[in-house]
């Protein structure tokens, strides 16, 4: 109430003050305006009388002009009319003029000086006074006095109305001030205030009620405060129920500990190709996006507790612009933990390096799904230069550093470790290659495999999702290295330097949702919006890559219901695919034989307000996906080769109803741990129809026993685990 008053109070002065200046302003020049008005008149009636007074007053006749000035001394407007001799001496006056003569006569002199004509306003009176010659010789001073009385009334009146006028614009300001403040201000304000209380005890979690207008940046940052409240209540929460049962969940809040014992407060640097956050520009305005990564996924939450340095390639169009001059920011945005660093690459050394080497070549030859790996000498070129450029950036920020700890995301940069290692031998270097790594025979194709291996095995440790990668990258080593491999320790020595090899199966940070908000849409609400009236509902999120086997996962709809005549009609199945890529050809071949494939079952299945296959061909956020996740009856991870595939612990951690069937495909290094999921093989379509037929058929125990099992041993084994053990590997090597 204090604040209303005072605002209104000093709008109320603020008025006032405008009002006062204006009104001043308006009085000075209605003042001169009358007044000048008076001086026109006063100056053509003394002109006239002083023709007339000119004789009598050479002649001194008293008599005439006595009667000069009582005839036109009594005019309307006229006070009366005064003559005065050289000397200042009044010779002639009208009796109406008494009481103001004597102003009259000390005004009237000054005529006879160098000013000539005079005129003043002297309260109530304007005298007006001239000289008067006859035949060129100075007789005397005529003066006239005019009645200025209403100067003084119609400056009084304006005062008086703009007074009034000021009372009626402040009584409407007020009330105008009280219901913008009441309905704009207090009402939030009581709004958020008892949000807050609700928060706080624990009884919603709930967006805050204000989402507009001048508080949005204040409902902005209580979301945030919102969820990290709710986030740490969740986590206090968990730690006191395992610890009541004596067990022990990894949690930011325990990594960030770990790390900072395990690293003695030393900062943690990550090296990857993609960046957590990409600006790119809408229009006019800056979009910040989250890229669908598993990468991202996996390793952000690591910096977000910890902290510590991302060195990327800056690939936004905004990128630079929302950067320092040293390609330096803090991210997340709207609560920054951790500093991402951009490193920028020409259009030919991405094109080259990135496109060419990275994906043309190395992606196609680890994941052996059938599409021929190529391999340029002018790629090789600008992979190497990359890998030097990123090392360089990386080197810079590590600066004076004691012992920095290095983590090496991907095939993107197998050369780093060993740049890294050269010229700062006392960093600690780990690379975690995402993928799967093939047979020695297979990785034998590319021409450079030697130069890869050297620079890959100047990490101090590398890691691979599952044992079953590791030997294969131990073997290729002993067949193209002069190197001596200890099998006991899965390591390899080569000239002075000892590499770690070990399997890590990345995970995510896995949390227990909140109940379904009423905001989240259901499932009758996603198929109304897919124009699907279907009872069954499955979903695959993925981006459009040949190695998804994203066509056998549809060849394997369309059996199931050439099968199971049943579910026509009644089953339609989701594909949300974020393209990948299509700057090169194979990926843009691969999304047209997507396309072609879904018309193709739709064709022969879909009816007028149904078609079994609904492909999205967009980028969808982490927030898009959820709901599908949570409505869908199955979710098919069907990839022809992976390294550990994050969609299905995805899917899995969002089913906090433990409800929902997982269709995982043998070949990803998520089918060593999620036991209970619905392993198939994806090229055996017969295989995946029967599978989907078991999802859609299980009955809701063993769904929820499944469910269950798969959730517990991602809770168990999540991103921070991953994390703390990757770490506590690193930090154990000695130098």
Not at 64 to 73: F, I, M, N
Not at 548 to 567: A, N
Not at 683 to 692: F, K, L, M, S
């Amino acid at each position: 109430m204090r604040i209303t008053l005072r605002l209104i109070a000093a709008l109320l002065v603020a008025a006032s003050l405008v009002v006062a200046v204006s009104t001043y302003l308006q009085v000075r020049a209605e003042t001169r305006k009358l007044t000048e008005d008076l001086a026109r008149r006063g100056s053509m009636l003394a002109d006239a009388l002083g023709e007339l007074a000119a004789a009598p007053l050479a002649a001194r006749d008293a008599a005439e002009l006595s009667r000069l000035v009582q005839t036109y001394g009594g005019r309307e407007g006229l006070v009366g009319v005064a003559v005065f001799d050289p000397a200042g001496v009044a010779l002639a006056a009208s009796a109406s003029l008494t009481p103001d003569l004597r102003a009259v006569q000390l005004l009237a002199p000054r005529a006879l000086g160098p000013e000539g004509r005079v005129s003043r306003l002297v309260r109530d009176r304007y005298i007006y006074a001239v000289p008067v010659r006859d035949e060129g010789t100075l007789v005397g001073v005529l003066a006239v006095v005019r009645d200025a009385a209403a100067i003084r009334t119609t400056l009084s009146r304006m005062w008086r109305h703009n007074f009034l006028r000021l009372l009626s614009h402040a009584v409407l300001i007020s009330l105008v001030s009280l219901l913008i403040i009441r309905w704009n201000i207090l009402a939030p304000i009581d709004q958020m205030t008892g949000w807050m209380k609700q928060i706080r005890s624990g009884e919603t979690s709930a967006a805050p009620p204000v989402a507009r207008g001048l508080f949005e940046p204040l409902a902005s940052e209580a979301t945030q405060m919102a969820r990290s409240l709710a986030a740490a209540r969740a986590a206090a929460e968990e730690e006191a129920r395992l610890r009541q049962q004596g067990q022990s969940l990894w949690t930011p809040e325990r990594l960030k500990e770990h790390v900072k014992e395990k690293l003695e407060g030393r900062p943690l640097f990550v090296v990857a190709n993609r960046e957590p956050y990409v600006h790119a520009r809408q229009g006019k305005k800056v979009q910040v996006i989250v890229p669908a990564s598993g990468l991202v996924t996996g390793i952000e939450p690591i910096l977000l507790a910890c902290g510590g340095t991302w060195v990327a390639h800056g690939s936004g169009d905004a990128d630079r612009e929302m950067a320092d001059a040293a390609g330096r920011l803090p991210v997340p945005p709207e609560e920054p933990r951790y500093t991402l660093k951009r490193v920028w690459l020409t259009p030919e050394e991405e094109e080259g390096y990135y496109y060419g080497f990275s994906n043309e070549g190395l992606w196609p030859l680890c994941h052996i799904a059938h599409t021929r790996p190529i391999f340029r000498e002018e790629d090789w070129r600008h992979y190497q230069a990359a890998n030097k450029k990123f090392a360089d950036a990386l080197l810079e920020e590590m600066g004076d550093v004691r012992d920095p700890v290095v983590l090496v995301q991907d095939y993107h940069f197998a050369l780093l470790p060993a740049l890294i290692k050269r010229r700062r031998p006392d960093a600690r270097v780990a690379l975690f290659w995402h993928i799967p790594w093939p047979n020695p025979e297979a990785f034998g194709i590319c021409p450079w495999q030697r130069e890869l291996l050297a620079g890959m095995l100047g990490a101090d440790l590398v890691g691979f999702h599952i044992q079953f990668h590791c030997n294969n990258f131990l073997e290729t080593v002993d067949q193209a290295l002069e190197c001596r491999i200890d099998g006991e320790r899965f390591a390899v020595q080569r000239a002075g330097h000892l590499t770690l090899v070990k399997p890590f199966p990345i995970s995510i940070a896995f949390s227990e949702p909140p109940v379904r908000s009423q905001a989240e849409p259901s499932q009758e609400a996603l198929r109304k919006a897919l124009g699907a009236t279907a009872r069954y509902l499955g979903v695959g999120v993925d981006r459009v890559d040949y190695t998804k086997g994203i066509v056998e996962r549809f060849r394997g709809v369309e059996r199931c219901l050439e099968k199971h005549p049943e579910y026509q009609g009644q089953l339609v199945f989701v594909e949300l695919g974020a393209p990948s890529r299509t700057h090169i050809k194979r990926y843009q071949e691969h999304m047209n034989e997507v396309e072609a494939e879904a018309a193709r079952i739709n064709a022969r299945f879909q009816s007028k307000d149904y078609k079994p296959i609904v492909f999205l061909n967009r980028h969808h956020s982490h927030a898009e996906i959820e709901p599908y996740y949570k409505a869908a009856d199955f979710c098919m991870v069907t990839s022809l080769a992976d390294g550990m595939n994050l969609v299905a612990k995805e899917f899995v951690s969002a089913r906090a109803d433990e409800c929902g069937v997982l269709i995982l495909s043998r070949f990803t290094g998520a089918a060593r741990e999620l036991h209970d999921a619905v392993v198939v093989n994806p090229y055996d379509t017969g295989q995946t129809a029967d599978a989907i037929r078991y999802a859609l058929e299980m009955s809701p125990d063993e769904q929820g026993r499944r469910m269950a099992g798969m959730r517990a041993q991602l809770k168990e084994n999540n991103i921070y685990r991953w994390a703390s053990r990757l770490i506590t590997e690193l930090a154990a090597i000695r130098l």
